[in-house]
Structure formats: structure tokens, C-alpha cells
């Protein structure tokens, strides 16, 4: 008080108001995000996966009926293209619009030129019909072509979708991401958990790393876009992670926080760089699978397919393992 020149005496308040500067710190993180988010487009675009063992990586979306899977490959596209589009066919529909496997691969609307990943979209998982268990194996191994019908009620003819064939490295899946509604983690039924588990167990098995994306994240309650700045701040959307956390066994880091594009018009850099964000590291779990593939196997595949140079960069690599 005495610093102002006040003599000390107590000052009542009837009225107190707070002004925030929103629209100087909305164009300073507005640039930031535009920054990060061109940063983002390019390094995926120069992404190329580890040993060049491949072209393309292939990360497979598992999740419930109606979680997000179709709308985060339009999501991704969308972004890419630099408009809102709507390739997926995406419903409302609580038995899912997804009956087919799908390989869906993406240009760029930059240049044109096919971006070096394959998402990988199938029916969705539900208690009783959906995607069937026995299916899984034969997805990660790459035994199914695009367009392969689903069939949840009748038993899978012996020899449809390749099964009888020998994949190649490229048609395995290398990255699977998990695809959850942040508004119906805590509804998950104990059928569908221990589903999941079986799932993940699967997946342990094969040596493919998996993570989870949670969709929908704007629409939960005390949320609002602009929150999707520093999402991950956010005590509603920290609860959600957490309960992924624990009722599922998914590590908090593996776990990555999306909105996708669903009733927009126009692209938006925050919902961007959730998505390129949460793709970067979805590449990244491919890099780690492609690594971590017994190298005799690789230079079998790579020979197998007449890849030239994937045989050459897989012999590459198992002789430096044996050379003393």
C-alpha cells in the first residue's frame, strides 16, 4: 500500500473483475501450432521405415463399433489433401458400416505422391458379433487382401483371403493402434475387456507394437476446442487416460489423444496436429517392430517378393550382425 502512496486502510470490495488477453495468447499458440503442425507434415513425409525393409508400413485401427476408426483415416486424409473429405464410409449405425478389411493408402496433395503408410481399417469389435477372434492372426500375418468380406455369422471358408499363401514382410501389419471413444472407456463391458486382453496377448505374441488413440476427446465434458492446445493438461481428459490406463493395462505413454474430423467444414491446426501428432508415433511402433524382425526372415520375405532392395538391406543388416 505504501508503495501506491495508499495510507493503510482497509478497502472493501463489492465488484471484482477478471479480463484474460485471449486473442494476443490465441495468435501466439495459433502460430506455434501452425509451426508445429508444418513440422509434423514433414517429417512424415520423409519418413522412410527403418532399414527401408519396406516401402510402407501398415498399421491396422481395432477398436469397438462406432469408436472412430473410419473417421480417423478421413481425419488423416483430410489432412493431407487439405480439405475435409470423406473417403471411409462412416455411420451411426451400432452393428458399424465397416464389413470389409481395408487397406487404404494416401496421396499427397502436396506433390501427389503416395505417403510411405497403409492404414488398415476392419469390422469392429463387439461382445457377441463384429470382428471375429480367430481373424486377428491371419490380419497381423497379411493373409488378407483390401476388400476382404467379413462374415461375423457364418464360419470363414477354408482358402478365402489368401490363407493358403506365404505374406510378404510388406503385407504384415507393423503397428496396430487401439481406437477408443474418450466418452465410453468407462462403459466398456467385461466381455469387451477381456476381448481387448486376448487381443493384446495376440499381439505380444507377434512382436507388434500397439497403442491406443482416444477419439471424440472434444466432446467430453469441460471441454472446449481451445483446450485441445494443451490437451493433455486437462484433469477431464488426464481421468480418461488414466482409467485406459487401468482398466485396460495400456501404458500411459502408449496412450494418445485425438479429435476427429466429423461436423467440420475446415481444417483446423489444433485437431492437425493431435492427428500428425499421434501418427508420428504410431510410425515410430512400426519402426521398433521392423527392427526388432528376425533378420533371417526378413532377407526371406525380401528374396520371396523379388524386392531387390529390401533383400539387399536385409542382407546388409544380418551381415554386420555376424561379422566380427
Known sequence: MEKLGLSQIYISFQDCEVFRCEDLLDKRKMSGLTELKE???????NYIPYGGLVHKVRILLLGPVGAGKSSFFNSVRSIFRGHVTNQALVGSDPTGTSEKYRTYFIKDGKDNNTLPFILCDTMGLSEKEGLDMDDIPYILEGHFPDKYQFNSLKLRPKGIGNHT??????????CVAF???????GQLSHEMV????????ELIKSDVVHVVLLTHVDTLDLITKGDLIDVYKCVPVKLQLEAVHR???FALSDIFVVSNYTSEWELEPVIDVLI???????????DDFLENFPLEKTVVNALNGEDAAAAAAA???????VTP
Open 194 to 201: 477381456e476381448k481387448i486382453k486376448r487381443i493384446r496377448r
Open 39 to 45: 513440422s509434423l507434415l514433414c517429417a512424415i513425409r
Open 179 to 185: 481406437v477408443f471413444s474418450a466418452n465410453s472407456v
Open 276 to 286: 500428425l501428432s499421434a501418427l508420428k508415433e504410431m510410425l515410430r511402433a512400426a
Open 165 to 174: 499363401g506365404c505374406p510378404l514382410l510388406k503385407d504384415r501389419i507393423h
Open 247 to 249: 482398466k485396460l493395462g
Open 315 to 321: 542382407a546388409k543388416s544380418l551381415q554386420s550382425c
